[in-house]
């Protein structure tokens, strides 16, 4: 008797789990934690093995400058978008798991608000909202060397997830991550390669690797999606194949990346009716986070609510009944 | 690559005297230093020390024991001593050798089944190591065929197709590495291919440029394990470099204190 061949994969990594938020228990004032990462094979194939722990969105919440965003945005967000700590309240009634505070108005263009002023900001919208905390810096190096050691120090004991080590400026954020107890991301500019060192060089630097989370970059649909998704693959086979080094969660970030094409936020244009026109940018968003996903991402980053909802809804489709036993 | 470490064997005079004097800190250390290099699992092999091979084997393997789980290959050629030793050896272990005559490797494929060992089968039988290619890919498939019928998972096999120093057997180190690369396609998932390395480099200048360079030479056809000295930095730096160069890994700047990291002594 003849049988079909087992196609099934087998493999000998896992992505580690990652823990966000602390509640009152464990040290902190949260209501609630999110798991990530725990998956034993790719993205979603639940016939093949554990797939791990469902995907979290986080919704982004800038301390300034949110009023310039595109028109779409602002009708969803209305007023919140000036003060950070309603903006978050209004996010988590969108039914996000995360809030990410992104300390935009710390960069010396845009405001180049202080230390204190983030602080400020990072308590403030830890007062408002429940759910666990990521925070990002302005992204210029000597600015975040200021800012997230304050923001950190806040945040003390809440077990935020905290972004971002580089390659070339990492020493300070893991030192503040390690003294302060928070999990770290770490960035790399879309290359294997560097993901990888600059895991070892916080590892080096006494951070565990297992609270490490990935950041490859972002790009959205049409603007290096590709490449994005290859990356990102490349760097889950090598975890699935027992690569310790690259077996940590990755966050995508989404909504910044989508909302940034012209797709998204231009003008109409030729094909293009007014009625479907304030619907691209929310596509836009769901089909990179959709896309992205698949590709192996636990965490995403996201903006619209009808795009958050959107991608929920999709992977309450993708993930196996039985995920919570997981 | 599974790197079974050379060091315990009595043909040493530190592990001579020390099997002599039953000084078990000796022991120990090389066990511990073997598995903080890298080492997968630790080759056990009284040599002409004592008279007593079984309780030297035995002694060595319960000093073994109380520092590292690591797998121990219990290294002798005689089947009274593989046979009484193994059922005492608490914890992952692994029958070095079995000939690859049917009648004696169906015997240490049966007692590896019984114990959940692993197994080193040589491409030598009665009338010795095969002269050239073809001799050792037979025996080779011989030992396969007698793995399969015998229920022993070619995962657990490790075939060592046998090399000569090079200076007594110069044509010896290519045959090894054809015969590596053609006995690794005979099934799916193969067995694996093995050498016991340093004995290329027997009585020659160089030793260890000449075990470093053919370390890379036959990982690049297909052997992913080998009995040998991961004390030695740059050979096992070579090691990580060929896996590097074989894409079994990912590249970055640090990749060789990645790989040590990675390693299953650390």
């Known amino acids: 008797m003849s049988s079909l061949p087992d196609v099934k994969e087998k493999w000998t990594g896992k992505v580690n789990t990652v823990v966000i938020g602390a509640t009152p228990e464990e040290g902190g004032t949260r209501t609630s934690t999110v798991t990530i990462g725990g998956a034993e094979t790719l993205p979603f194939l639940s016939f093949e093995g554990a797939v791990g722990r469902r995907p979290a969105i986080a919704a982004e919440v800038w301390d300034s400058g949110g009023e310039a965003w595109p028109e779409v945005l602002r009708q969803a967000y209305g007023e919140a978008l000036s003060s950070p700590g309603e903006w978050a309240k209004k996010a988590v009634e969108f039914g996000v798991d995360l809030i990410c505070l992104r300390l935009m108005g710390a960069h010396p263009d845009s405001g180049d608000r202080s230390p204190q002023q983030c602080a400020q900001t990072v308590k403030e919208v830890l007062a408002a909202v429940g759910v666990p905390l990521i925070i990002w810096g302005c992204g210029v190096d000597e600015k975040d060397n200021q800012i997230l050691p304050a923001a950190s120090a806040a945040a003390k004991g809440e077990n935020c997830l905290m972004g971002t080590a580089r390659e070339k400026n990492y020493r300070t954020i893991v030192a503040v991550c390690l003294a302060d107890k928070h999990k770290l991301i770490a960035e790399s500019p879309l290359d294997i390669n560097i993901a990888k060192q600059v895991n070892i060089l916080c590892s080096d630097a006494g951070f565990p690797v297992g609270d490490i989370v990935i950041f490859p970059t972002t790009g959205a649909l049409g603007y290096g999606i590709e490449y994005v998704y290859s990356i990102q693959e490349r760097g889950r086979l090598a975890a699935l194949r027992g690569d310790k080094l690259l077996g940590q969660p990755v966050i995508c970030d989404v909504g910044f990346e989508a909302w940034r094409a012209k797709e998204a936020k231009a003008p109409p244009f030729e094909g293009v009716t007014d009625e479907t026109r304030p619907y691209w940018g929310v596509m836009w968003e769901a089909a990179t986070a959709l896309v992205l996903l698949q590709a192996g991402a636990e965490l995403v980053v996201m903006r619209h609510p009808d795009a958050i909802q959107y991608v929920r809804k999709a992977v309450d489709r993708f993930m196996p009944a039985d995920e919570e036993k997981s | ?266």
């Open chain 2, 1 to 266: 690559m599974y790197v079974i470490g050379e060091r315990i064997n009595g043909m040493f005079t530190d592990v001579k005297q020390a099997l002599r004097e039953k000084n078990a800190e000796v022991i120990k250390d090389l066990a511990r230093r073997q598995m903080q290099a890298g080492a997968s699992a630790l080759d056990v092999n009284v040599g002409p020390a004592v008279r007593d091979d079984k309780g030297g084997m035995l002694w060595l393997v319960e000093v073994i024991r109380s520092v590292t789980d690591a797998a121990v290959a219990i290294d002798t050629a005689k089947w009274n001593v593989m046979s009484a030793v193994i059922p005492q050896v608490p914890g992952k272990k692994i029958l070095n050798s079995s000939k690859a005559d049917p009648e004696i490797a169906s015997q240490y494929v049966g007692l590896a089944v019984e114990q959940g060992a692993s197994l080193i089968g040589l491409t030598i039988d009665a009338q010795g190591v095969p002269g050239n290619v073809e001799g050792r890919v037979e025996l080779g498939a011989q030992l396969i065929t007698v793995a399969m019928e015998g229920g022993l998972e070619l995962e657990r096999l490790f075939i060592d197709p046998i090399i000569l120093p090079v200076n007594v057997s110069p044509k010896n180190p290519l045959h090894c590495m054809q015969a590596i690369a053609q006995i690794k396609a005979f099934a799916d998932p193969p067995p694996h291919l093995m050498l016991g390395l340093s004995n290329v480099s027997q009585r020659c200048r160089n030793r260890e440029l000449i075990n470093r360079t053919y370390l890379a030479m036959a990982m690049a056809q297909g052997m992913d394990a080998a009995i040998m000295d991961p004390l030695d930095t740059e050979l096992m730096d070579a090691a990580i470099t060929a896996e590097l160069l074989l894409e079994k890994m990912i590249y970055c700047d640090s990749y060789l204190e990645a790989a040590r990291q990675g390693q299953p002594g650390v």
